[in-house]
């Protein structure tokens, strides 16, 4: 096999949210883990709608997740080139003038409708001669151009649909360019994929019909149509469709809930498919391991909460070198390896090591029950003197055995809460010594 050329073409109308990361993720891995290329075009040519913010947004969270790419272009820098192909298709006879109002082909297709024909263009700009073309324009008509399909049935082999057919003959001709010359996606993308030697055309499936028109196109252009992959598309974890929650879940808001992009993508690239989904280590693992055929054909439900137990997974194993900085960030004390080796395996998060930097650094308030008071008395009393070291607990929790009697979580508990204000957390003794006697003596009395 040659080596893939693929493109993610996102509008930069909106912000990435993790439907739209998978496909990115998908053309990423499928290239890379075939030593091909990975492309980012910004499909732009709506230019009322795109904004350079979006565009850099886009280019701002692929790079934090890793998917960075060879090769990038925008196709507002192309209209001369979209421009030729339209005049191409013109003289073939495959591109022509169209007069409707909206409103007109709305009528149009409500009658259809109601004589059970499929709502579908019927054609009748086709049989405008050109003086009936100028009488419109002279109304003030401006046209809007459809490309001719053949009314044929085409075929693909999708690498995940599998074997494909659309009857042309079943679709409205495509409008190519709006009455105010604007072009739609169409052209742009099939010219685009010519010229840029795309191999593969990765995509949600919600473009499945659109690719009986795009093969039409690519041949009319004069190049194969590439190799053409749908993947069935994200729903929310109850089954329904990508829930507006779930379509707006910007790689911006999990990055500030602190999430980790090896989780997202670990995630993304395994949903839906025949492997299992845990942590992998790396982009790069996850593109040695994968494949088309490991794609179902069912939706892939995406799920917060699983996301954020593989980001806990993470979390828990990660060394300091990695959290260092965003530790700092929390507090400057809390950028010390001790602390987060002990707190990591309690944190879903890096940032959630915020909640034992006062215990460890700074004030709490004790926990103590009036059934403990006497209990925590005795225990200031017998708490050892001198530096507290890693022997101070074991040292200090038998004397208070052997002097109340107590044992087990009747004995724990209560110096757990006292001295860290909460009832569950990491081990008390080695906090114990990042607080220091100073503020166990305080708590403690
Ligand atoms: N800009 C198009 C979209 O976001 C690209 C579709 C395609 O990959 O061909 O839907």
């Known amino acids: 096999m040659t080596q893939p050329v693929v493109r993610f073409a996102p509008s930069p109308t909106g912000k990435l949210h993790v439907g739209n990361v998978r496909t990115a993720l998908i053309n990423w891995l499928f290239a890379k883990g075939q030593g091909g290329t990975f492309i980012l075009r910004i499909d732009d040519t709506d230019l009322e709608r795109s904004t350079a913010e979006y565009e850099q947004g886009i280019r701002d969270d692929l790079t934090w997740l890793g998917l960075t790419w060879d090769k990038t272009f925008k196709q507002s820098e192309r209209f001369h080139q979209y421009d030729a192909a339209a005049d191409k298709l013109r003289d073939m006879g495959l591109l022509y003038a169209c007069y409707e109002t909206a409103d007109e082909l709305d009528r149009q297709r409500k009658l259809q409708r109601a004589r059970g024909k499929p709502p579908i263009y019927n054609r009748a700009a086709l049989d405008l001669t050109d003086e009936d073309k100028a009488k419109l324009e002279a ?4 046209p809007h151009w459809r490309f001719k399909l053949s009314g044929e049935r085409i075929e693909w082999v999708d690498l995940v649909r599998g074997e494909q057919a659309i009857e042309t003959s079943s679709l409205s001709d495509p409008v190519l360019i709006r009455a105010d010359g604007s072009y739609l996606y169409t052209l742009p993308s099939c010219l685009d994929d010519i010229e840029a030697g795309i191999t593969h055309v990765v995509r949600g499936e919600d473009h499945v019909t659109n690719s009986g028109a795009q093969i039409e196109i690519f041949q009319a252009l004069g190049g194969a149509a590439p190799a053409m992959a749908h993947t069935p598309l994200l729903v929310g974890a109850d ?16 990055r500030e809930k602190g999430v980790e992009p090896l989780a997202i993508v670990s995630l993304l690239g395994k949903l ?23 794609i179902g054909r069912s939706p892939a439900r995406f799920d917060e ?10 979390t828990h194993e990660m060394p300091f070198g990695q959290a260092k900085d965003r530790l700092a960030a929390l507090a400057p004390e809390a950028a010390n390896e001790t602390f987060w080796t002990l707190v990591r395996e309690n944190c879903q998060t890096v940032e959630d090591a915020a909640k034992f ?9 004790p926990l103590i029950d009036d059934e403990d ?3 925590i008395a005795t225990a200031a009393k017998l708490l050892p003197t001198g530096d507290i070291t890693a022997d101070t607990w074991g040292t200090w929790t038998s004397a208070l055995k052997a002097e109340t009697g107590r044992k087990g979580r009747g004995l724990f508990m209560p110096l757990r809460k006292a001295l860290t204000g909460r009832e569950r957390g990491p081990d008390v003794g080695v906090m114990l010594q990042l607080m220091g006697r100073g503020r166990a003596v305080k708590r403690l009395s």
């Open 139 to 142: 109304e003030g008509r401006k």
């Open 239 to 254: 089954g329904s469709g990508l829930s507006k929650r779930l379509g707006s879940l910007g790689m911006g808001t999990l």
């Open 272 to 294: 839906g498919t025949s492997d299992n989904v845990e942590i992998r280590a790396s982009l790069d693992q996850l593109a040695e391991e994968f494949s088309f055929d490991k």
């Open 305 to 314: 909460e699983e996301l954020m137990s593989l980001n806990a997974a993470l």
């Open 357 to 365: 930097v006062p215990v460890a650094f700074g004030e709490i308030t």
């Open 373 to 375: 008071k006497d209990f």
